[in-house]
């Protein structure tokens, strides 16, 4: 299985990036799929997930809120986070990572991780 995070990069205050997971190796629709970052000297946390195909639902933490909406596109096997109104508090390094438990909202269940992708905003 191999997850692909791609999309980041250093953008200003105020501005958008759109976040891209490419998978591969898994049945893309079968798993529930999830972004999580990790800031400098910070623990990972949980930025949004959303649950398989056959089910509906996604999560939001809730400083991302009405910020970043999560997507997925089961045809190309790509889960997506679109970030807007960024600020410097969200600079990290971005993973995406699948899991196919039923336990959808709890990142220790996700067993596949990618490589993660920079994302830095300046003020």
């Known amino acids: 299985v191999q997850l692909q995070a791609s999309g980041g990069g250093t953008v200003q205050a105020g501005g958008s990036l759109r976040l891209s997971c490419a998978a591969s190796g898994l049945t893309f629709s079968n798993y529930h799929m999830g972004w999580f970052r990790q800031a400098p000297g910070k623990e990972r946390e949980m930025v949004s997930i959303?649950?398989?195909?056959?089910?509906?639902?996604?999560l939001y933490a809730e400083s991302v809120k009405g910020r970043f909406t999560i997507s997925r596109d089961d045809a190309k096997n790509t889960a997506y986070l679109q970030m807007n109104i960024l600020n410097p508090e969200d600079t990290a390094i971005y993973y995406c990572?699948?899991?196919?438990?039923?336990?959808?909202?709890?990142?220790?269940?996700?067993?596949?991780w990618g490589q993660g992708t920079q994302v830095t905003v300046s003020s």
């Open positions: 990572a699948a899991s196919g438990s039923r336990y959808w909202t709890d990142s220790r269940r996700y067993e596949y």
């Open positions: 959303i649950k398989w195909t056959g089910g509906i639902g996604t």
